[in-house]
């Protein structure tokens, strides 16, 4: 018999996935249904590899997901702080973000810069791209290890800070808060300690400080945690980034984040972190069908850019509460981008 892939293991009711170096755990159950597989067992395999592609289960509209969703035991939740636009298809099911093809999404932990954190993400692919594509995973835990020990510490220490401004490019701070009310939003700003002030021309401007580095709720294990590098104004497209400042100021972007202490994130700590996201990468390209279950704490993933059609729907669950993860001091910034 010759040697095939390496495979984790299972329980009974699951076959063992693929393992390969730089390939997403793939686990194979063709023509099978959600009664035939074991939620908790998926569940564990989850917890095991941090993430697990489940190819097979012909997942072909939106409510697919949400029936995945009860099949794993995972409870839905509303987005809320959003940073892209997403059509909201009913029972926790999103469409993927609302981003151009031709530019990839850097890695990121789904909402990590909330006060409470979806701790499981699923996507499914309903439709598959021509080329490209991939929603890419990379573990957490290794980014600590490969990252620089001094930036490493100087986050941990200080977390990060996140600074948006909802004007007439990027999600509205109706549609990001779900709400019409200057109200509600005044009040979910208190709760989740969100710094914000209105402008003049209606639009909104906030600021929230967030660990970077936090504990895995179940198995304790440091992970770095947060969005400093994708949601930094360095990673827009130059032009756009030019043209918003010229137009609005240098505190206008829809979003931008700076260590946590306030002071201006260099352009080659961006990089460096771009970098070991992308050395620590483990993708497996769609296939009509697929279901990718992600511990959205210890994992970040990201997605490729495509060509043509891509249509991919995505359920954020099992919200927690992370200790130390929410700062309630928030510093005042200067303008510098």
């Given at each position: 018999m010759t040697a095939g892939p390496a495979t984790g293991a299972a329980s009974p009711d699951v076959p063992a996935p693929v393992l390969e170096p730089g390939r997403t755990p793939l686990l194979l159950v063709p023509g099978a249904d959600f009664t035939r597989l074991s939620g908790p067992a998926v569940r564990d395999l989850v917890a095991r590899h941090g993430a697990v592609l489940v190819r097979g289960l012909g997942l072909s509209a939106p409510n697919d997901l949400a029936e995945a969703a009860r099949w794993l035991g995972v409870t839905p939740m509303a987005e809320r702080e959003g940073f892209t636009s997403r059509t909201d298809h009913g029972g926790g099911v999103y469409s993927g973000s609302q981003w151009p093809a031709d530019e990839p999404m850097c890695m990121h932990h789904e909402l990590s810069y909330a006060a409470q954190v979806p701790s499981l993400a699923l996507f499914g692919c309903l439709t598959a791209p021509a080329a490209g594509g991939a929603t890419a995973v990379a573990d957490a835990r290794t980014l600590l290890r490969t990252l620089p020990a001094d930036l490493v510490e100087r986050c941990a220490r200080e977390g990060w800070l996140l600074e948006r401004s909802y004007r007439d490019v990027g999600v509205s701070w109706t549609e990001a808060f779900g709400t019409e009310d200057r109200a509600v939003v005044d009040a979910y700003c208190a709760e989740h300690a969100l710094a914000h002030e209105w402008l003049a021309d209606g639009s909104l401007r906030t600021r929230q400080r967030r660990a970077a580095v936090v504990a895995h709720?179940?198995?304790?294990?440091?992970?770095?945690?947060?969005?400093i590098a994708f949601l930094n104004g360095l990673t827009m497209d130059p032009a756009v980034r030019e043209y918003l400042i010229s137009f609005y100021g240098p505190d206008s972007l829809p979003f931008h984040t700076r260590y946590g202490d306030g002071e201006t994130l260099p352009e080659q700590v961006i990089e460096t972190i771009n970098a070991a996201y992308t050395?620590?990468?483990?993708?497996e390209p769609w296939q009509a069908?697929?279901?990718?279950v992600v511990d959205n704490l210890r994992m970040a993933h990201s997605r490729e850019a495509y060509e043509g059609d891509r249509e991919i729907v995505a359920l954020f669950g099992d919200p927690v509460r992370l200790a130390g993860h929410v700062h309630t001091d928030v510093p005042a910034c200067s303008a510098a981008v």
């Open positions: 709720p179940v198995t304790g294990e440091r992970l770095w945690f947060n969005q050395a620590a990468t483990s993708r069908g697929d279901l990718l």
